[in-house]
């Protein structure tokens, strides 16, 4: 199935009709105005880029395609099984939304950044000397120097793994996520995370189809990587994002721009990492081999070929996840780009789509 959605307005506009519950017209059901498609554009990627981004996204297995463009859908597209209403795995693109919230629980008031997590969350922490210095920002940059741990079945079995390194020192890209749920957990009083999660953010943007498609045996979610979402919905993140970045963000006011920033902050021991988002920073070359050495190349394969790439605008963030799971955003160049493949393909390249989807590009 391939199609191309019509409307006249921009997504954001639809994002506030729904809030607005303005969108119906004189019969109560929706309106459905039709939009330019990119042949109409005067700025923007052009026709061919589009064209070739997407043939190269659908060559290597990818299941949805939605490029915006200053709000407007200018190409949205389905194949290899994809489709509007289906929910489409994040993977690691999942922590994009457990960052985002970091900020906002900040923002809440419910810890400070810096604060220790044993201080007043995981008091487990305290009689240790090296976890006891462990704070929220570290767990939000994967820079805590908890060793990795895997095939566990909750968030508290997260809790004895080894110090190697200590917090704030080095990246290890790791279980810090889940252990951050848990502080958050604490700190919440009993409301759920999740639930927090669409009260503070998920709600006030329109977003209805998120789902944890994966739960630990204690019923926690997975929040280093297994939510699940329809293109349109994770489109509706990203223009928030675009537009906030930008200074334009004129819908619900969800947090201050100062926590937000630190979403989309590099720190010393990622400078291309911020809470949880890739970012295009660069990184010298002796902290990079170490970043490398440390995340089985993760540096040279996630991030590097970007940094490298000087088509790409400097102001480009990234929440990616295994087997091409991609959530682009370049305020610059008021682009919004929504990506999804299937689970059982690992070879999608993010430099090879974007330079084709970037070639010509008209501002």
């Known amino acids: ?50 064209a070739a981004a997407k043939a190269y996204s659908t060559s290597m297995g990818g299941q949805t ?39 906002i629980a900040a923002a809440d008031g419910l810890f400070d950044l810096d604060e220790p997590v044993a201080q007043r969350a995981i008091t487990e922490w305290r009689s240790d000397p090296m976890k006891s210095r462990i704070t929220y920002r570290h767990l939000l940059t994967m820079t805590s120097g908890l060793r990795e741990l895997n095939d566990l079945s909750g968030w508290l079995d997260y809790l004895p793994a080894p110090v ?14 889940n252990i951050f749920g848990l502080a958050l957990e604490r700190r919440l009083g009993g409301e759920a995370v999740v639930d927090y999660l669409a009260r503070r953010l998920l709600q006030p943007l329109g977003i209805t189809s998120l789902r944890w498609a994966t739960n630990f045996a204690d019923g926690r979610p997975n929040l280093s990587g297994s939510a699940y979402v329809t293109a349109r919905d994770w489109a509706k993140f990203g223009e928030f994002v675009r537009l906030t970045m930008a200074s334009r963000w004129t819908g619900p006011s969800i947090l201050p721009r100062a926590f937000f920033d630190q979403v989309f902050t590099g720190n010393p021991a990622h400078p291309a990492y911020g809470f949880y ?52 955003v370049i305020p610059s160049l008021e682009l919004t780009v929504v990506r999804n493949g299937p689970a059982e393909r690992n070879t ?7 330079t084709r989807l970037l070639t010509g590009f008209r501002r």
């Open 1 to 50: 199935m391939n199609t191309v959605w019509r409307t006249s307005l921009s997504l954001t506009a639809l994002l506030m009709v729904v809030l607005l519950g303005t969108a119906c017209g004189a019969s109560g059901s929706p309106a459905s105005p039709t939009l330019p498609d990119a042949s109409t554009a005067v700025a923007g990627p052009t026709p061919e880029a589009i």
């Open 65 to 103: 395609f939605l490029v915006l463009h200053r709000g407007q859908v200018l190409d949205e597209s389905y194949t290899n099984g994809g489709s509007a209403d289906r929910v489409q795995l994040l993977a690691s693109a999942t922590k994009g939304f457990t960052g985002m919230l970091g900020a």
């Open 164 to 177: 190697d390194y200590p917090g704030g020192s080095t990246f290890v890209y790791s279980g810090d996520p």
């Open 277 to 328: 988002w890739w970012l295009k920073k660069p990184v010298p070359t002796a902290l990079a081999a170490t970043i490398d050495a440390n995340n089985k190349r993760q540096y040279s394969q996630q991030i590097k070929p970007i940094v490298d790439q000087p088509m790409i605008p400097d102001d480009f963030v990234m929440a990616k996840g295994a087997y091409g799971q991609q959530l682009y």
């Open 348 to 354: 999608f390249a993010d430099v090879e789509f974007l």
